[in-house]
Nanobody, 120 residues
Framework: QVQLVESGGGLVQPGGSLRLSCAAS????????MGWHRQAPGKERAMVAR???????YYAETLKGRFTISRDNAKNTVYLQMDSLKPEDTAVYYC??????????????WGQGTLVTVSS
């Protein structure tokens, strides 16, 4: 069994910063892509950023320059540094990981979500 545990969400003022973390644990042989999606109130879930096991990064076009994704492969952990936050960044942020289990099954695991609220 594999699970992702997220942390780092909370309330921040406009212009502020937050750093989200997401750690994968369990019966893991390897972790491929990791990333973040978000779902704002009344909207569909949307991709935020993705990072490959080799460190290549991809971002939603509108978030480039403000958000930075990184990972620590030794810890099976992905991070999302969010700067210059705006009220429209308010959302539940979900991490995911493409996992190869010890039993050689491949599947995608999602975190439980962490709420980020940008408000004065």
């Amino acid at each position: 069994q594999v699970q992702l545990v997220e942390s780092g969400g909370g309330l921040v003022q406009p212009g502020g910063s937050l750093r989200l973390s997401c750690a994968a644990s369990g019966s893991i042989r390897s972790v491929n892509d990791m990333g973040w999606h978000r779902q704002a109130p009344g909207k569909e879930r949307a991709m935020v950023a993705r990072i490959t096991s080799g460190g290549s990064t991809y971002y939603a076009e509108t978030l480039k320059g403000r958000f930075t994704i990184s990972r620590d492969n030794a810890k099976n952990t992905v991070y999302l540094q969010m700067d210059s936050l705006k009220p429209e960044d308010t959302a539940v942020y979900y991490c995911y990981a493409g996992v190869r289990s010890l039993s050689d099954y491949y599947f995608t695991v999602w975190g439980q979500g962490t709420l980020v609220t940008v408000s004065s």
